[in-house]
């Protein structure tokens, strides 16, 4: 009898513990972290737009090709990231490396930004004029930010937006 009430308490307290995480959900792309489905950032907005076929075609394609070339960035990014970690890791830190590896870093980042940037004009020529108007109504572009009491403000209230694909 003891054997089974241990066993019991063991089960009973492992769904206790587990239940917060099982209660959190996950996202459409079948994992718990936030824009693992088929849909990037700037989609959801531009799908409430009652986007004509060729217009999805033509978006479509730029969001891949820009996805594409900014691959090679991001993994540029991620290396000199690391790279930056290794040396403020060092027991004596050389000032003109980190300044160096930051200036780089930096400039990965402006040219991901350009990309996006230019990828976002390419799309408001695509758009017609009100469908122009009601992507500018939506606040499209902006990050979720920061609310009240330091927590992320997003459309689920949990700081994640929420995806609506096609």
């Not at 587990?18 to 489905?37: H, I, Y």
């Amino acid at each position: 009898m003891k054997k089974l009430t241990l066993v019991l308490m063991t089960v009973v307290l492992g769904m206790l513990l587990t239940a917060p995480a099982f209660a959190f959900g996950q996202s459409e792309g079948g994992s718990l972290a936030v824009g693992k489905g088929d849909c990037s950032c700037s989609k959801p907005a531009l799908w409430k737009l009652n986007l004509s076929a060729e217009q999805k075609t033509k978006i479509e394609a730029l969001i891949s090709e820009n996805q594409k070339a900014m691959r090679p960035l991001r993994e540029k990014m991620f290396d000199k990231s690391v790279a930056l970690r290794r040396l403020w890791s060092q027991a004596n830190p050389d000032k003109d490396k980190i300044t160096a590896a930051q200036k780089e870093v930096r400039k990965l980042r402006d040219e991901k930004q350009d990309r996006v940037t230019a990828m976002r004009l390419e799309i408001h020529k695509i758009l017609t004029p009100e469908q122009n108007e009601k992507l500018a109504n939506s606040h499209w572009g902006r990050g979720p930010g920061f609310g009240p009491r330091g927590s992320m403000r997003g459309n689920d209230g949990h700081g994640r937006e929420m995806e609506m694909c096609p």
